[in-house]
C-alpha cells in the first residue's frame, strides 16, 4: 500500500472512466446534463461550482449554470427547481450550499426530484442509503469508499472510527461502511464524544470529518492505521498570497510517521468529492 493516498490521481481515473460512459451515452443520443444552481456572493461556494463546471466539461458533459442574487426569494427558487425537474434534457440538478439564511434548505432539497439529485441529499435517497437499496450516494462518502477501494486494503471485520456526523459526510459514510461490501464495526464520533482518543486509537481506519484542523495528531491513532482526512480548514497563514493555508482535521506531519497510509490536504478527498458527482450525473443520464 501507497503511504500517500493521492486522491488527485484516484480522481483521475474516475474521470477517465466517466469520460468513457459520456461516450456511450453520447451514442445513444444522450447528452449528460447538470444543472448548477448559486445563489448568493460567497466567494467560498463560488470558487466550488467554478471547480465542478470544469471538470463537467473536462469529462465532455453539458452544464447549466444558474447565478442568482442573494436576495432570491424561496418561491422563484423552487419555480427554477420545478422547471428544471420537469426538462428531460437536464439529467442532474446540484443546488450550492450553504444558502442564505432566509432560505429553507431542506425544503429546497426534497423540492429536487430523487432521481436528479445527484449529490445524494433528498431524503428519499438517504432512506434507500440506509435500505440498501440503489440511491445517489452523497459524493464526499462515495469518493471515500472509491479511495479505500483503491488502497486494497481488506475492511471486513476492521474497526472504523469516523469523527463528525454531518448528513452529507460522516453519518452517511457510517452507514455505508457498516454495511456490505465493507463490514466493518463503526463508531461514530461526535462534539460530544468524551475521551476521542480512546476511539481513534483502537480503530484500523480513522476518518476525520468535523472541520477542526489538527484535531487528529499522531498519538492518537495506532500504529498502521489507514487515515482518511476529510477536513478543509482555512487557517491564517501570512506567507501565502491569500493570506491562508488549507489545513486538514489530521495533523498530517504526526499522522503519516504512525499511519500505514493517509490521505493529503489538498490532494486528498477534495479532488474524489468531484470526480464522485461526475460518476453521479454519468448515472443519472444513464437511467433516464
Ligand atoms: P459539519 O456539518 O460542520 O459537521 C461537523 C461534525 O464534526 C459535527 O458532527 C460535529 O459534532 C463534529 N465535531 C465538531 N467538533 C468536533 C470535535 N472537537 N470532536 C469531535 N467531533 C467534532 O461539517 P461537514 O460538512 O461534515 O464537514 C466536515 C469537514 O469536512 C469540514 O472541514 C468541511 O469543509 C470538510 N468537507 C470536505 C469535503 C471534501 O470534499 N474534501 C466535503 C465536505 C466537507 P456535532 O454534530 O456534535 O456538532
Given at each position: 500500500m501507497e503511504k500517500i493516498i493521492d486522491g488527485k490521481a484516484i480522481a483521475e481515473k474516475v474521470r477517465s472512466e466517466v469520460k468513457e460512459q459520456v461516450k456511450s451515452l453520447n451514442a445513444l443520443g444522450i447528452n449528460p446534463c447538470l444543472?448548477?444552481?448559486?445563489?448568493?456572493?460567497?466567494?467560498?461556494?463560488?470558487?466550488?461550482?467554478?471547480?465542478?463546471?470544469?471538470?463537467?466539461?473536462?469529462?465532455?458533459?453539458?452544464?447549466?449554470?444558474?447565478?442568482l442574487a442573494e436576495d432570491t426569494t424561496q418561491q422563484a427558487l423552487e419555480d427554477l427547481l420545478d422547471d428544471l425537474n420537469g426538462d428531460d434534457s437536464v439529467h442532474g440538478i446540484l443546488v450550492q450550499f450553504p444558502l442564505?439564511?432566509?432560505?429553507?434548505?431542506q425544503?429546497?432539497?426534497?423540492?429536487?426530484?430523487?432521481?436528479?439529485?445527484?449529490?445524494?441529499?433528498h431524503i428519499q435517497n438517504a432512506g434507500a442509503l440506509v435500505c440498501e437499496k440503489d440511491s445517489f450516494i452523497p459524493c464526499t462518502p462515495l469518493g471515500i469508499l472509491r479511495l479505500l477501494q483503491e488502497t486494497g486494503m481488506e475492511t471486513a471485520g476492521k474497526h472504523a472510527c469516523i469523527i463528525g456526523r454531518s448528513h452529507f459526510?460522516?453519518?452517511?459514510?457510517?452507514?455505508?461502511?457498516?454495511?456490505?461490501?465493507?463490514?466493518?464495526?463503526?463508531?461514530?464520533c461526535h462534539s460530544a464524544t468524551k475521551n476521542l482518543s480512546f476511539f481513534t486509537k483502537t480503530a484500523d481506519i480513522v476518518i476525520a470529518a468535523c472541520g477542526?484542523?489538527?484535531?487528529?495528531?499522531?498519538?492518537?491513532i495506532k500504529t498502521d492505521a489507514v487515515v482518511i482526512d476529510v477536513g478543509i480548514n482555512r487557517v491564517p497563514d501570512a506567507s501565502?498570497?491569500?493570506?491562508?493555508?488549507?489545513?486538514?482535521?489530521?495533523?498530517?506531519?504526526?499522522a503519516a510517521k504512525v499511519a500505514s497510509a493517509i490521505t493529503p490536504v489538498p490532494g486528498g478527498v477534495g479532488p474524489m468529492t468531484i470526480a464522485m458527482l461526475m460518476f453521479n450525473v454519468a448515472k443519472a443520464a444513464g437511467r433516464g
Open positions: 444543472a448548477v444552481i448559486l445563489v448568493g456572493n460567497d466567494p467560498a461556494s463560488a470558487v466550488y461550482v467554478a471547480s465542478k463546471t470544469k471538470a463537467l466539461q473536462e469529462v465532455g458533459m453539458t452544464d447549466r449554470t444558474f447565478k442564505p439564511a432566509h432560505l429553507d434548505s425544503r429546497i432539497t426534497d423540492k429536487i426530484l430523487p432521481q436528479k439529485d445527484v449529490d445524494g441529499f459526510v460522516g453519518r452517511p459514510l457510517s452507514i455505508l461502511l457498516s454495511q456490505k461490501p465493507w463490514d466493518c464495526t463503526v463508531t461514530l477542526r484542523a489538527g484535531l487528529v495528531t499522531g498519538d492518537m501565502k498570497k491569500s493570506g491562508y493555508a488549507l489545513k486538514g482535521d489530521v495533523d498530517f506531519e504526526s
